[in-house]
């Protein structure tokens, strides 16, 4: 029965904590007509942080290449 209420402990506990930060979203700047990936340090770009079936769902910005770039 301990074994239980512990189990049941640690899930509340897990539950309750606090979520990981949300992922900074970045929608393609307005003119944006070709997406190209970049090994050049050219300032920053786009990394993928979540991926359905190779499709980028949710992105974040990065200055270390290669990220994704737009121009």
Same mark, same amino acid.
């Given at each position: 029965? %301990?074994?239980?209420?512990?189990? !049941? #402990? !640690?899930?509340?506990? #897990? ?9 900074? %979203?970045? $929608? !393609?700047?307005? /003119? ?5 990936? =970049?090994?050049? $340090?050219?300032?920053? /770009?786009?990394?993928? $942080? *979540?991926?359905? =079936?190779?499709?980028?769902? $949710?992105?974040?910005?990065? *200055? ?6 737009? =121009?």
């Amino acid at each position: 029965m %301990k074994l239980i209420y512990t189990v !049941l #402990a !640690l899930t509340t506990l #897990a539950m309750a904590a606090p979520a990981s930060p949300e992922v900074e %979203k970045r $929608a !393609l700047p307005e /003119g944006c007509a070709r997406v190209y990936w =970049n090994t050049d $340090a050219t300032g920053g /770009g786009w990394g993928c $942080a *979540t991926a359905i =079936n190779d499709v980028c769902e $949710a992105y974040y910005w990065k *200055t270390e290449p290669p990220y994704w770039s737009c =121009n």
